[in-house]
C-alpha cells in the first residue's frame, strides 16, 4: 500500500513500509525502549520470512492520506511506562507528519513487555 498526496509539483507516494522503516528508527532513539517485537505469530512468521526488517513490530495502514501506526515494544525496568508511551506517541506522530506531510490518525502503543 501506498499514501499518496498532490502537491504544486506533482504526486507524491509513500509506501508503507518505507513509514514502518522510519517510526522504527525515530522509536528506537525515545529513552526506555530496549526492543521491539512482533504482536503475534502470525507477525512472528511474517518478519522470520522477510529476515533482517528493522521496522518489526511496527505496523503501518494507510487510508486515504490518513496514516494509523502500532508500534509493540519491550520497556525498560524502572521508567514510567505511561511517560514512555506518550512519548513514543507525540514524538512518532510530529515525526511522521514532518516527513510525509500526511495526518497520522492513530498512534497505538503495546507494550508487551519489561527488560532490565
Not at 44 to 66: H, P, Q, Y
Not at 89 to 108: A, H, W
Request: with cysteine; hydrophobic share 45%.
Amino acid at each position: 500500500m501506498f499514501v499518496k498526496t498532490k502537491n504544486v509539483y506533482g504526486q507524491i507516494a509513500i509506501s508503507n513500509k518505507s513509514i514502518a522503516k522510519f517510526v522504527a528508527h525515530v522509536a528506537a532513539d525515545c529513552y526506555g525502549v530496549v526492543e521491539f517485537v512482533p504482536q503475534n505469530v502470525f507477525h512472528t512468521i511474517m518478519e522470520f520470512l522477510c529476515r533482517g526488517s528493522i521496522a518489526k513490530g511496527v505496523r503501518v495502514k494507510t487510508v486515504g492520506d490518513r496514516i494509523f501506526i502500532d508500534l509493540s515494544v519491550i520497556v525498560k525496568y524502572g521508567v514510567s511506562i505511561k511517560a514512555v508511551a506518550e512519548s513514543l506517541k507525540e514524538s512518532i506522530k510530529y515525526k511522521v507528519e514532518g516527513f510525509t506531510g500526511m495526518v497520522v490518525d492513530t498512534v497505538n502503543i503495546n507494550v508487551m513487555g519489561i527488560r532490565l
